[in-house]
């Protein structure tokens, strides 16, 4: 520099220099030096970026960038400039990485604006210059450039080997970004293909999101038969059993249009299976059938087995009802037995096994109604579907079913009475006749067993458990039913027992003068409560007058059993009636 009169002229700009210049170094040095020295280098530089010298000349400026020179800021705004521009053309040769290499070297932030532009306008650039601008922007950031990644590989025109390419670049940076973005291309591609290409690159790097993916495509409905079939062979390969579960539900929404023929070999295979479970079983076998036209004998060994849902061993059954009424009525005998005590579905089954024998039917109702597990409404809706006959028969069993509840009882009399009038007001009597049953409902049997009246009255009199005043008005009720020798006997037999006061008053009130008096004479004179005695005594005022009732009143007066006060009470009521 020293023994050049000009040494800014040694960075002119020449014809035929071709990059990289040999004397680079030495010329960066001086630009370098002439800046740091106050000269002023701008016109070499800017005539280096005119298009006679712009291609090999422009990578010099990008030099001293790289080395540390300072550089006029007009200069380099313009030098980005023109690379931005050389960058996004599509004309740019061979050359274009150098260039974006320049641009990166003055301005990275410029550099990755110019890139992701060119991502985001799709068929302007080659597929090699596509893929080189998506791999120079994972080289300066894959992180802050994975919006543009994804934009890129959302692309169909983009070849599979490229994106294969994108997954590489990403997994030797790091492998679970290579995970995110490929299971943003999975889930948000509109292409199958691609979100199948997605979830096999996923799959490779992370088994269990992968598998996810694939089972995503596999389930999807709308997507073709062919793709769904690619991704759950895809799937089984790597989990069999998981596979196995996609096939299931693959069968249940296959379109009707679709080809069968990569799925019926498997399925045939995957029937026969003894590994598989019996229900995924049954749901290739019920495919096969539905889809493929094979014999709905398919269904029936499948379907003996309890893991098949109810409603689809009962299809398999019916279909077969004709051809094995056998093997049919086994299974539906099966599934009734197998329903839950609650399960009311159990007549619709019942229903259909009626269909193929209605002599199994008949007896599959009669097990319900006697199965004390069911509920009580389901075991009568069961006796009401029964023949007449056979529901009659029912409606006794269930009336002394000890385990019925009462109302239910009543219910089923009811419903025997609208059927047969002897068979019903015998159960009613039967009712009436049974301990356990509330006094309430006896009773109440009793008045509707109407022929059979003295019989139901009759068991309620005698039952001693029952309070007193009851059997008294079930005496009542008899005789006023039907006024005989028998009924008016009740009466007399509820004398003769040792029942308590308020029971022997109602029953005086319901007996005849004379027995009234005899009985009310026994109390005034008996062990019983003092209230209940001068109850008695008061009641012989208007039955025997005014004398013989004080002569009662005198009794409970002398009997030192008796309290002072009550005593005192009887002896004052006697004294009183004695001066009438």
Known sequence: MATHPEPARLLEPRFGARWEWPDLGMKVFLAAQLTEAGTDVRSQLRRMMWPPFRSQHIGFVAALVRHGAEVDGKMLRRAVRLLARTVRSASTGKEWLQHVQWLHEIDAGATTKVLRSMVARP?????NRRFETIRYLIGMDPYENAESVVTYLLDPEIRRIDRNGVDKLLA????????????????????????????????????????????RIGL???????????????????DEAFGFELWRAFTATASPEGSLAPTTGKLLRARDDRTIPPAQRHEFADFLVHRAGRDPKLLLETAQHHEVPAGQRIEAALLNSVTDPEGSIKIMEDVIDCCQPGDSWVLSCIWHLQQISESKGVEALVRV????????????RAAERLPLLE??????????????????????ARRALHLQRSRGLDAYARIAGQSQVGMQNRMRAARRSEGYKYGAYESIVKDRSAPGTLRVQAAVAARRGVDTIETRWLLEYLVQEELDGKTQLAIAEELDSTDAVRLLDQMACSTLPAKFRLAAAAQLVTLRGVWHAADAYQAIADDMSVS?????EAQQEADQLRQL
Not at 220 to 232: L, M
Not at 564 to 568: E, F
């Open 220 to 238: 999807h409905s709308s997507t073709s038969d062919d793709t769904r079939i690619a991704a759950i062979n895809i799937a089984a390969g790597h």
């Open 172 to 215: 030797d940076i790091d492998v679970e970004l290579s995970v995110r973005i490929f299971s943003e291309l999975a889930t948000e591609a509109h292409e199958p293909t691609l979100r199948l290409q997605g979830s096999e690159i996923v799959l490779s790097h992370d088994t269990d999101r992968g598998l996810e993916l694939l089972a």
């Open 123 to 127: 068929g302007r650039h080659t597929p």
């Open 391 to 412: 529901r009659l028969d029912m409606y006794d069993y269930l009336v002394d079913e000890t385990s019925f509840s009462d109302d239910d009882k009543m219910q089923a």
């Open 369 to 380: 109604v006697k199965d004390e597990r069911r509920t009580e409404y389901l075991r009568l």
């Open 564 to 568: 002072s006060y009550q005593r005192l």
